[in-house]
């Protein structure tokens, strides 16, 4: 699976968008983008994933470049609530029994 | 979503203790699921994939016979520490996916170990 960089930490405002990047310049056709999050103490959670097109769902937007090297989850309205590590996991399709890999992630801060 | 239930949520054991550990999949059948460990303001470090019906399958430097897993259904694979010292002492996670293609993984809501 590619490697992905992200930033170590961010803060946001409350009621501001989140936009999390995720640089992942090696990766290959095949390979989906995948955005989780871990907040305090608990298991991580499924947030959204993509191939190359823009992708939305209740959670979250997904924007991947034309070039795919890099992507950008985007929470519109952040509430304290999305304080958590986003962790940006490329790789390719896979089956069931294949595990997920995390990286560092970005610590995001939702602040009153 | 899929729902993957771990229990306990927390537990404090004596060392030379072993605890169990158990992971359910409570709306599917997963015969794969999969245990992380993830030590404080670290990542979630893979420590084995364990397979239904089958041995499991250990990440390099996780001890085999310290850490037993068993999958001995479609929807529940336990995890058992054995012989606990404090420096097992961590946040255990299972998960586990549909089987298929491309599908998103679901997580347990882990278990805080405590060896005292």
């Known amino acids: 699976d590619a490697k992905t960089t992200q930033p170590t930490s961010m803060d946001c405002a409350e009621g501001r968008a989140a936009n999390l990047p995720c640089n992942h310049s090696?990766?290959?056709?095949?390979?989906?983008v995948y955005w989780y999050r871990q907040i305090h103490s608990q298991g991580p959670q499924y947030i959204i994933h993509?191939?190359?097109n823009n992708e939305t769902n209740e959670m979250a937007s997904l924007i991947i470049t034309e070039d795919r090297k890099s992507s950008t989850l985007i929470l519109p309205h952040a509430t304290l609530r999305d304080t958590a590590v986003y962790y940006c996991?490329?790789?390719?399709?896979?089956?069931?029994?294949?595990?997920?890999?995390f990286g560092k992630g970005t610590r995001l801060s939702v602040i009153a | 979503g899929a729902v993957v239930s771990q229990h306990p949520s927390r537990v404090i054991c004596k060392s030379g203790t072993s605890v169990k550990i158990e992971c359910r999949s409570l709306?599917?059948?997963?015969?794969?699921m999969f245990w992380y460990r993830q030590f404080p303001k670290q990542s979630l470090m893979l420590m084995a994939t364990?397979?239904?019906?089958?041995?499991?399958?250990?990440e390099q430097g996780v001890e085999k016979d310290k850490f037993l897993i068993n999958h001995a259904s479609l929807t529940l694979s336990t995890l058992t520490v054995t012989s606990a010292h404090p420096e097992d002492s961590s946040f255990y996670i299972c998960?586990?996916?549909?089987?298929?293609?491309?599908?998103?993984?679901?997580f347990g809501q882990g278990t805080r170990l405590t060896v005292v």
């Open positions: 090696t990766i290959s056709g095949n390979e989906y």
């Open positions: 993509g191939l190359k």
């Open positions: 709306d599917f059948q997963a015969t794969t």
């Open positions: 996991i490329v790789r390719v399709l896979a089956s069931g029994n294949t595990p997920l890999v």
């Open positions: 364990s397979n239904e019906g089958s041995k499991a399958t250990y």
């Open positions: 998960s586990a996916r549909y089987t298929g293609l491309n599908t998103e993984a679901f």
